[in-house]
Nanobody, 125 residues
Framework: QVQLVESGGGSVQAGGSLKLSCAAY????????MGWFRQAPGKEREGVAV????????VYADSVKGRFTISRDSAQNTVYLIMDRLQPADTAMYYC??????????????????WGQGTQVTVSS
């Protein structure tokens, strides 16, 4: 059974950093796209970052370019999101996703991919 488990969320002040982790169970991270998505209260879900199956390419939302980095550890079967220079606008529930359906290159995977339960990130000013 495929399962994604996120961790690493928390509360930080503006300018701080957090590292999110997404541990994958039931498949190998190198076989599918994986990414991070977020949803703030009252807003639609938006793509943050996606890493290609081979791990040799990634795309980022314009709002996080230069501040966030997505990476993966094949040995740990885990994908990470390192978030630096956090801003209050980054406050949201962050979700990990994995799969192949949809436009992953445009940060828009289909809903029927695999999704984690989410981890909350709160940035105070």
């Amino acid at each position: 059974q495929v399962q994604l488990v996120e961790s690493g969320g928390g509360s930080v002040q503006a300018g701080g950093s957090l590292k999110l982790s997404c541990a994958a169970y039931g498949y190998t991270v190198g076989t599918v796209y994986m990414g991070w998505f977020r949803q703030a209260p009252g807003k639609e879900r938006e793509g943050v970052a996606v890493i290609w199956p081979r791990g040799d390419f990634a795309v980022y939302a314009d709002s996080v370019k230069g501040r966030f980095t997505i990476s993966r550890d094949s040995a740990q079967n885990t994908v990470y999101l390192i978030m630096d220079r956090l801003q209050p606008a980054d406050t949201a529930m962050y979700y990990c996703a994995a799969g192949r359906g949809g436009a992953w290159y445009a940060l828009k995977p289909d809903d029927d991919n695999y999704w984690g339960q989410g981890t909350q990130v709160t940035v105070s000013s």
